[in-house]
T-cell receptor
Framework: GAGVSQSPRYKVAKRGQDVALRCDPISGHVSLFWYQQALGQGPEFLTYFQNEAQLDKSGLPSDRFFAERPEGSVSTLKIQRTQQEDSAVYLC??????????????FGDGTRLSIL | QKEVEQDPGPLSVPEGAIVSLNCTYSNSAFQYFMWYRQYSRKGPELLMYTYSSGNKEDGRFTAQVDKSSKYISLFIRDSQPSDSATYLCAMSRIQGAQKLVFGQGTRLTINP
């Protein structure tokens, strides 16, 4: 399809395990964002890439969270030594960033992470 | 206090009613305002996208932005059961790709 694709859709892990979440943005989209959505809340910003450069990681809650986008396309969000409070839906969004002016972000369906 | 405040509801109205959804915000630097619709277990879907103050209409949907009051609204006319979802307001600060700041979301149910 032509939309943002995320995998896996659901992930269950035991506390202390490491997890990796994948995002395939819309083809050609320069900007890529990760958000965390807790149950009953709006998404909260985690980090932002422009091509392969991570320009903003101010929303990452701890040094256990790490994101990369090595070739400027697919991105991976990694969480080390998971904790129960990491349970949430992790959303990826992309936007084209053509010229000046803000471009709307298009979201994937997210990865629902449950930490037992 | 959160930068963006949105009543979480739930809001339940009969089919055909006009629905009004609102958000307030505190940061006057916000310039871009969006409404997203989110169905259960799906990602947010962009509905409306506006810049600065004014109105924008798209079919049954109208978005209003009042920057002087730091208040934005989404109106849905002739509401349908398929409009039942969570509606999220979002906003961002400046030009270029910038992080979105979301409200909590309002859960809306349209009863047939």
């Amino acid at each position: 399809g032509a939309g943002v694709s995320q995998s896996p859709r659901y992930k269950v892990a035991k506390r202390g395990q490491d997890v990796a979440l994948r995002c395939d943005p819309i083809s050609g989209h320069v900007s890529l964002f990760w958000y965390q959505q807790a149950l009953g809340q709006g998404p909260e910003f985690l980090t932002y890439f422009q091509n392969e450069a991570q320009l903003d990681k101010s929303g990452l809650p701890s040094d256990r969270f790490f994101a990369e986008r090595p070739e400027g396309s697919v991105s991976t969000l990694k969480i080390q030594r998971t904790q129960q409070e990491d349970s949430a839906v992790y959303l990826c969004a992309s936007s084209p960033l053509r010229g000046s002016g803000n471009q709307p972000q298009h979201f994937g369906d997210g990865t629902r992470l449950s930490i037992l | 206090q959160k930068e963006v405040e949105q009543d979480p509801g739930p809001l339940s109205v009969p089919e055909g009613a006009i629905v009004s959804l609102n958000c307030t915000y505190s940061n006057s630097a916000f310039q871009y305002f969006m409404w997203y619709r989110q169905y259960s277990r799906k990602g947010p879907e962009l509905l409306m996208y506006t810049y600065s103050s004014g109105n924008k209409e798209d079919g049954r949907f109208t978005a209003q932005v009042d920057k002087s009051s730091k208040y934005i609204s989404l109106f849905i006319r002739d509401s349908q059961p398929s409009d039942s979802a969570t509606y999220l307001c979002a906003m961002s600060r400046i030009q270029g790709a910038q992080k979105l700041v979301f409200g909590q979301g309002t859960r809306l149910t349209i009863n047939p």
